[in-house]
């Protein structure tokens, strides 16, 4: 296509073989056009002409004018004009808008072939420093010996450089206990990213240890070069390489610390091992960890410490080390982060330069195995998770015996004392009861039952010993929802807290899982011998088959590939399904379970003061008066006689209006297609020219098989902020220290901007906690209040009304 305002001010590139060509980017959609106000009304306005390409001469295939008002008060809108052809119909969408200051610099740097300035800034988040080659490894020196007295004491070389802030015989070789001490330290340099306004998540990677040697030639000094790539919502960053070692120190002066700006709740942090390889060879993944960032607390400082894998969709699982990170969450609005959860997750999507980095990305995000691709072991991993799931009778068995024999499920303390109390006994007894008596409370109970089955199972993972394996607390959640400040829930965490109960309380699980798991093997086997009896009983019998036609051979290739690739579809689909319903049931998805919990508890005070009998009594008769009446003879006279009378026109006119409307709502539904596939095509050109042209898909909602827990050693404190002078206070908030790499979400139409991030959203000269209250918290607890108070006055006004009324309807019924 060409446009022309008197001269032709711009032409496409052709698309090839397409009735629906989809100009972007990267074919010349984009052009701007600079003239005057008075030039512009007096041109005739912008000439569009639509070409057939070919290689001798273009033929033209219709043409709209844009008109310059149009022109001049464009906001970027979709405009579509229909083209002047009387051979054919087509049409032609365009967007125009006054161009910006950022559309002019865009387009300048476009044309310039110049995106430098936002490549550097980039490339600080994902570029990595102190790589080696193979011959450098073999040659250097990394480990030596020195005698003082009688003590021979082993030094190492700081990698991947020692401190440019000390003097270099200070720290270019330090003892064990001297690097872990120092990488204990507070790290100098920040590198903030990310989009997201719902908070902040600090994270400094500390240190890794018992890596495998995934490198040639460990007896001469050539060990892996390890380094850490993180991958969270839209954004991604990489430390620097720690050469030659299986347990690599990030050092507080290296590039370890890392600010992510956090879109939605459910979003886990993900974190990838790999061995650096120099050259076009893929770094090689050595495992990789899921964080769970929503059952932390804010305001914590967290030292965890985490086992690798290299998958966590697939059955086998060995260990490949541990990596121990220092973590920290900042949520200015407890309430605002709830309230993100109601609406479906973006997607998100990560782009780099380099396929070497893609690889990276994407084995940060799911692991070393492709799920995706054809596999029987990805096919057989699936059978085995479905089969797993009938661990959950042994829980369904042992909450049935408790609840029944009323042993004791919910523990608190009084004056002191330790109590246990048969809550969820009492509770179910309750509900029978009055059921019993009751029956039109059964909606209400139903709502309330899953409710209280979610609460059980917050219950039950509190009493688990073990610290890591807990969740946020219901409570927790609804303070944050009501005042808009945060709970106190799990502040404090020692190293190895309540060892001895934790690993009594998981050998009484582990054995009965392998008794459970014994009887069924057993049952497998009585059943396999079964069937091999009855096989003999059959062939002694002999074969029946009279079918004497001619039978057809041949050599099989892979014939079960068109049955099993589908099947691998669907059972991804289903493991999917059933992982995330998994993941609200065990409050692994915390803020979707409270939601799903305070919903069904909501419906259920809802269904009492609904009258059920009343309802379903009236209904049944309006229905049995109005369908079976004797004046169902007047719909037969004046509606259906007429259609069954209807002529051969009447009903091909008919036929007609129906095709008509249908047609209508499908052109509609084609027009939205259309519109997400130009949205679609345009957005990834801009963020291929932007950040790189591969792009991976980053999982919000979480959909491993295995979750990743921190190991005993993991320990948790009260986050204390040192004090600040004011001097100190205002090159923080400068962002002293910290290198600001946007994010890779992407806002407006035609040339769209990459979303801005402040260092702080606390005003000027107060610090990033602690400020003012935000005055949206005056209206939540006068919502908050009116609720509660309207909900008494109406259980103490409406309910005796509802009832008197309905007593009375049912008398004289």
Known sequence: GRGQIGNEVHRTDHISKSLDP????????????TLSARELFRSPGLHCDVMDYDVGKDEKLGQCVVPPRVLYEGTGERLVYPLENKEMKGSLAIRCRQATSNDKKFMQDYHSESSAGLSAVMDASSESAGGRSTLTSVVSRNQKQERVGDKTITYYRVRPTHDPKREKEETEWMTKDELNAEVLKDSRQWID???????????????????????????????????????FEDSWAQTDVIADTLHPRFMPWTKRAFIFHMFHPSSDMFLGIFDFDTGINSHDLIGRVAINLANLAPDTEYML??????SARLTDRESEGTITIRLRLEIDDPRKMLMSCLEPPPTQYVNVKRKKDFKVVQNTCIGKHDVESYSLKVITAYVDELSSYSAIAIYIEDAIIALLLWRPQFSFSLFGKDMKLPLHSVAAFLVGITLVERPQLFPSFFFFSISWLLLAVMFFRHQ??????????????????????????????KP?????????????WKDRFEKAQKKAEEAAKEAEE???????????????????????????IDLLRPVLEPLQGYLAVFCGGLRFARNIVLWEESYLAFWVSTGC???????????????????????????????????????????????????????????????LKTEEAILQAKIERENAAKLKEMKKYLFGKYIMKVPILKEDRWRDFPRPQSSAAPYKAKPLDLAALAMKEAGFHRVRVPGQKL???????IESQSFTDAPVGQPTKKHAKKESDAGAYAMVGGVVAGAAVLTYFGVPFISAAAAGLFGAA
């Open 22 to 33: 989809i100009w972007t980017l990267k074919t010349g959609s984009l052009f701007l056009v």
């Open 747 to 753: 806002q407006g139409v035609m040339i769209p901007t």
């Open 530 to 556: 079964e069937a091999a009896l009855a096989a003999q009983e059959l062939e002694a019998i002999g074969e029946t088959d009279n079918d004497i036609s001619t039978k057809k051979t041949g050599i099989s």
């Open 193 to 231: 990213t990310g989009s997201g306004s719902l908070g902040r998540v600090f994270i400094e990677i500390l240190h890794c240890d018992n890596l495998p040697n995934l490198d040639a030639g460990g007896f001469v000094g050539n060990k892996t070069d390890a380094f850490v790539a993180l991958v």
């Open 464 to 493: 688990n010993p073990n610290p890591w394996r807990r969740c946020i607390s219901f409570l927790d959640f609804l303070t944050g929802l009501t005042t808009g400040l945060h709970g106190k829930s799990r502040l404090t965490i």
């Open 601 to 663: 508890l909501a419906l259920s005070i809802v269904c009492l003061f609904i009258p059920w009998f009343f309802m379903i009594r009236w209904t049944s008769r309006i229905l049995a008066w109005t369908l079976l009446g004797p004046w169902m003879r007047f719909a037969d006279i004046y509606y259906y006689r007429q259609i069954e009378n209807m002529t051969e026109e009447e009903i091909q006119r008919q036929k007609q209006e129906a095709l008509l409307a249908r047609r």
């Open 496 to 508: 190895n807290q309540d060892s001895e109960e934790v690993m009594a309380y998981e050998k009484v």
């Open 305 to 310: 410490t985490y086992d690798l894998f290299p």
